[in-house]
């Protein structure tokens, strides 16, 4: 039987912080080991499907952005991370802000959930540097 290994991580961060329409609250990045990446960032809906600059101008809700890696730069994510050690902080509580992540780890096998305030433990903020230093990101994408 094969051993079961990280094929895939999503990562949605949640900020509970209070923000204007114009910004952006939630954010979900997606990496495969295949070489994608997509981020869709999101503005508060109740503001910004009628958010005017005076100029008739409205600001999308949604907006996503898809790259691609080398295969062998997005495999190097998951060779050096054993994802599946990942797991929320014990005794989790939020931040003043507020904000909140949830990860699923896509597998060969059985797909693993997890969710909290805190960067996961053992290596989550090392595992956001490496993110953010994949690729140069037209928006930077909200992880922990």
């Known amino acids: 039987m094969e051993p079961v290994t990280a094929t895939a991580i999503e990562i949605t961060y949640s900020s509970g912080a209070l923000m204007r329409a114009d910004e952006f609250g939630a954010c979900k990045t997606f990496i495969s080991s295949k070489g994608v990446i997509r981020t869709t960032f999101e503005r ?7 958010f005017d600059f005076g100029a008739g101008y409205t600001l999308p809700v949604k907006e996503s952005y898809e790259y691609k890696l080398q295969e062998n730069v997005a495999a ?6 054993d994802l599946l050690e990942l797991k929320p902080v014990e005794n989790d509580i939020p931040f003043p802000d507020g904000g909140s992540w949830q990860i699923t780890i896509y597998t060969n096998g059985v797909n693993t959930k997890l969710k909290g305030f805190a960067p996961p433990m053992p290596f989550g903020e090392r595992l956001a540097d490496k ?3 994949l690729i140069k990101y037209k928006i930077d994408p909200m992880l922990f």
């Open 44 to 50: 508060n809906m109740r503001y910004s499907d009628s």
């Open 76 to 81: 190097s994510l998951f060779e050096e991370f």
């Open 131 to 133: 993110i953010m230093g």
